[in-house]
């Protein structure tokens, strides 16, 4: 037995957790009907959808947008709430009929005594109060929980070789989740791809396999960038790993000056996902969509939110898709 997994039964036992007080969800604006009809499989980075991003998004037609949002945001103090940067991207999606993927990073300092972002809470009770609201809020919405991200460097999460620290928070997210709605999916370990060479990815995701919280509808997330190793090759090794479940590329992209560099490749990820002949890789989703440069970054759109050429490769090929049926 781990014995900091021996805390998961702390948080059982905390299963009659009093939910924190749900204030009123804001209203979900009318969808715009010329949109491209989304694409599921393919998602996009956005971290908000204020001023043109929902035009932007809704033109591009992907079918999901992956978020993120602090704990201590949503959390600023123990049992009170402030959801606007959840329900900023989780409303705003599905005001444009996409489902959400709200990865929550950061331990918050009063939950942790203001040892950093990076450090475990000192109770686990804690963040499963937390999940339990959260998936008391958004249970009606089409959204994920993601846990996490990239918790293998020590910049995320300052946890064993094994993933130790971060199996105990997505076990008690997924004890949280089945006390409140059981069949809210939550998604994990979204490591980068040095987690499968070390072996955090194997350690980390047995112990969440061996107490039985990874359920039917959750997601297995990784990363990859052009400086991984071959794609088939490591998606393969993530499959194994997992015993053959299905696999998202959650996070993928390049930076780069170069516009056709970008585009190029992401045709090349593109192809791949569609001629791979690797049905339980389901989706893929790429870093980012906007982040206020010009040049250099991920990003797919310009400071103005006008598109670089990935932006209009990206387009074109879920165009496509759709016409294909």
């Not at 900091?4 to 009123?24: D, F, K, M, Y």
């Not at 059981?182 to 194997?202: M, Q």
């Not at 996070?251 to 593109?270: P, V």
Request: with cysteine; proline share 7%; glycine share 8%.
């Amino acid at each position: 037995m781990i014995p900091r997994l021996a805390l998961v039964a702390a948080a059982l036992a905390a299963s009659a957790v009093v939910l924190g007080a749900q204030h009123q969800l804001p209203g979900s604006p009318a969808a715009n009907p010329a949109v491209i009809k989304p694409h599921p499989p393919f998602g996009v980075v956005t971290f908000d959808l204020n001023g043109p991003s929902p035009a932007v998004v809704g033109r591009l037609g992907v079918g999901l947008i992956r978020g993120s949002c602090a704990w201590g945001s949503l959390e600023p103090a123990r049992a009170s709430f402030d959801w606007s940067c959840a329900d900023n991207v989780i409303v705003g999606a599905q005001a444009l009929h996409l489902r959400s993927y709200m990865t929550i990073v950061c331990t918050p300092g009063w939950a942790n005594g203001g040892r950093g972002c990076t450090r475990m809470p000192a109770d686990i009770t804690d963040w499963y109060s937390f999940v339990a609201n959260f998936v008391a809020r958004y249970q009606k919405f089409d959204t994920i929980l993601g846990v996490w991200n990239e918790p293998n460097f020590d910049t995320s999460l300052d946890d064993t070789a094994i993933g130790q620290n971060y199996a105990l928070l997505f076990i008690n997210a997924s004890n949280a989740r089945n006390t409140v709605s059981p069949k809210f999916p939550i998604a994990g370990p979204e490591t980068s791809h040095h987690a499968l060479a070390s072996g955090y990815f194997r350690g980390t995701m047995n112990l969440i396999q061996t107490f039985g919280a990874l359920d039917e509808q959750d997601i297995v997330g990784v990363h990859w960038y052009p400086d991984g190793p071959p794609l088939p090759g490591y998606l393969d090794a993530i499959h194994t790993a997992v015993g053959g479940r299905k696999v998202w590329l959650s996070q993928t992209g390049i930076a780069t000056a170069d516009f056709a560099r970008q585009a190029n490749f992401y045709a090349a990820m593109l192809q791949t996902f569609e001629t791979t002949d690797r049905p339980w890789w389901t989706h893929i989703i790429f870093y980012r969509l906007w982040d206020g440069s010009d040049c250099c970054s991920e990003a797919i759109l310009k400071a103005d939110y006008s598109p670089k050429p990935a932006y209009d490769t990206f387009q074109e090929w879920i165009l496509k898709k759709r016409a294909a049926g």
